[in-house]
């Protein structure tokens, strides 16, 4: 059985709640007032009631949970029993192999993997539960990842000052200039581009929401000082309105209209290069399509990449931009 992630919120408040050995037999409106202060929200007695049932089915808690007359409460009778100690089924351990199996077929070696790989396998052997060496060694699934890409090894630690908030500096080498330099960021997320991972932060010397790629990074160290929080709009249009990771300076969000052969016309029907995308098709079988983006290195090389079976009709600086090929 299904368990949403509110009912599970739910019951965790039922569950400590009768766990408490200083507030025993707790009513419904003991509970109901808990979630409301632990939650934020304050489900109906009907909904309390229900969440109790479903606890006790074996499927869901198999909770040895018990309405006692006397005390017009409700208590466990087992005061060991707790739902954060509910052993895994044999279709959770199925699930879970399954999950980790995709995640390696996913991730071959790369470090963001690694991490999740890891951490389910230590559940697993808590279970004494592993794969079969012929499940480990076949691949099903092939991914354009390849062994001994750079960057990797500061993952966990740029994942980290994302997700606590926390300034890092760190030495970016330039692969144009051929030179480093110390930079200090303000790190927001990682994000992952044509199987190349970013760290997308605000940065000190720029005064604004830049993009570094992690193999251009070098020894990022925690500092001690105050984080600089970004606005979140901004960052949504940063990292969404746009192709690519790395947007063409003093380019603004803009209308790009091009125009596809019927060679490729379908390829970009079915995978369209952003959300905003909207086609018009020609009786020829050719395709007019617009875009709403922040304009891009990224893009532009993808318009090239098709030579002549792609022309940018607007706007005008960008249809220069590729004009050579046509």
């Not at 060694?137 to 606590?164: H, P, S, W």
């Amino acid at each position: 059985m299904g368990i949403s992630k509110s009912a599970y919120s739910r019951y965790r408040v039922i569950d400590s709640m009768l766990r408490n050995k200083y507030k025993k037999y707790p009513t419904l409106l003991d509970i109901q007032d808990a979630c409301e202060r632990h939650l934020d929200l304050t489900p109906s007695k009907d909904t309390l009631e229900k969440d109790i049932r479903d606890m006790k089915k074996a499927d869901v808690c198999d909770a040895p949970i018990v309405y006692c007359r006397k005390n017009k409460g409700y208590y466990y009778t087992n005061p060991n029993y707790s739902i954060n100690s509910i052993p895994l089924t044999d279709n959770d351990i199925s699930s879970i192999k399954e999950a980790l199996d995709l995640i390696k077929n996913l991730g071959g070696g790369n470090r963001v993997n690694e991490r999740f790989s890891e951490a389910i396998q230590k559940i697993l052997v808590a279970y004494k539960e592993e794969f079969p060496d012929s499940d480990t060694k076949r691949k099903i699934i092939l991914t354009d990842y390849v062994e001994g890409a750079k960057g990797y090894e500061n993952f966990n630690t740029l994942f980290k000052a994302c997700k606590n908030q926390y300034p890092v500096s760190f030495s970016h080498y330039s692969y144009n200039n051929r030179e480093f330099k110390a930079i200090i960021v303000h790190p927001i997320l990682l994000k992952e581009f044509e199987n190349r991972w970013y760290l997308v932060g605000y940065s000190e010397s720029h005064k604004s929401i830049r993009t570094f790629g992690l193999d251009r990074i070098y020894e990022p160290l925690q500092l001690k000082r105050k984080y600089i929080v970004s606005d979140e709009k901004e960052v949504e249009s940063y990292c969404n309105d746009i192709y690519g990771v790395y947007p063409i300076e003093n380019q603004p969000k803009q209308l790009i209209t091009f125009l596809t052969s019927i060679k490729i016309t379908n390829y970009f029907e079915a995978y369209p290069i952003h959300s905003s995308q909207k086609p018009e098709k020609n009786e020829s079988g050719s395709s007019f399509f617009t875009i709403d983006l922040v304009p891009s290195m990224e893009l532009i090389r993808l318009f090239r990449s098709y030579g002549k079976n792609l022309e940018v009709i607007n706007p005008q600086w960008l249809r220069e931009q590729t004009k050579t090929l046509l």
